[in-house]
């Protein structure tokens, strides 16, 4: 080595790793958020089952989707909203919240939607 080079390794290593260890943190991030994505349509989808049965109230869906969610989602979903709506035929349950994030200053939002018909007697 010459002298001008002594120390340009640890320079380099000085700029390399943060940036490597960033990627590795945002790869990680996305694993979480699509993780989060997945309990959310979960707990939307188990809230439809419950809100879509022929009589049955909103606040069947509204309750077994919040209670998906607390024993599920841990710390991996937090700050979930739940809203369960009704409209002539169909059923829709919504779940917003935030992914929990390991990059301080990244918020990861997560919302999913299910919605089906509502379940109903019919004559033929």
């Given amino acids: 080595m010459s002298r001008g080079e002594q120390g340009s390794a640890t320079l380099e290593t000085a700029l390399v790793y943060p940036v490597v260890l960033l990627l590795v943190l945002l790869a990680v991030n996305a694993a979480l958020w699509f993780h989060a994505r997945n309990i959310a349509l979960s707990a939307a989808q188990e809230g439809l089952r419950s809100a879509r049965v022929h009589g049955a109230a909103l606040s069947a869906g509204q309750v077994a989707a919040e209670r998906f969610i607390q024993q599920t989602a841990g710390s991996f979903l937090t700050s979930a909203q739940?809203?369960?709506?009704?409209?002539?035929?169909?059923?829709?349950?919504?779940?917003?919240g935030e992914a929990i994030s390991l990059v301080?200053?990244?918020?990861?939002?997560?919302?999913?939607?299910?919605?089906?018909?509502?379940?109903?007697?019919t004559s033929e």
Avoid: Y
């Fill in 82 to 96: 739940v809203r369960v709506q009704r409209r002539a035929n169909t059923v829709e349950v919504a779940i917003s």
């Fill in 104 to 121: 301080p200053v990244l918020s990861l939002g997560v919302h999913q939607v299910a919605r089906a018909p509502v379940e109903r007697w």
